[in-house]
């Protein structure tokens, strides 16, 4: 009967974390942590909720966009066009729609949601196009 030791064992799950394409750190904390700073920001200029949806905003964009900026380790693949574009674009919204609220007056908010309706159904549409094979 043969036992496994401490180390045989660390070194099975290292090997099996680092199978390439597997992502090693979950970005889960920069949209809590968006929310967060955007409410503080907000309740200082007493914009709460366009504190909050300017935060959610730029925690999408952060989670979507670290990826692409951090330092892959050595063992792991990257593979090109694995930025989750469907984060980015929801980022790009919220940060839209907070900054708005603010600064936007109420006659336009009708043409922005229809435009962001129509640039999302195009999305759909290319997005659908590229997958069929």
Do not use: C
Not at 10 to 32: M, N, V
Request: net charge neutral.
């Amino acid at each position: 009967m043969k036992t496994n030791t401490s180390t045989e064992i660390t070194d099975a799950k290292s090997r099996e974390l680092t199978e390439p394409g597997e992502k090693h750190q979950p970005y889960g904390f920069i949209i809590p942590a968006g929310i967060l700073i955007g409410l503080g920001v907000g309740m200082l200029v007493d914009y709460v909720v366009s504190g909050f949806l300017v935060g959610l905003g730029i925690g999408f964009l952060g989670s979507g966009l670290l990826p692409l900026v951090r330092k892959p380790l050595e063992s792991e693949y990257t593979q090109p066009g694995s930025t989750d574009v469907t984060m980015l674009f929801i980022g790009a919204f919220l940060l839209f729609l907070g900054i708005s609220i603010v600064y936007a007056p109420a006659v336009l908010w009708p043409y922005a949601i229809a435009g962001f309706l129509v640039l999302l159904g195009i999305w759909f549409l290319i997005r659908g196009f590229f997958q069929i094979k």
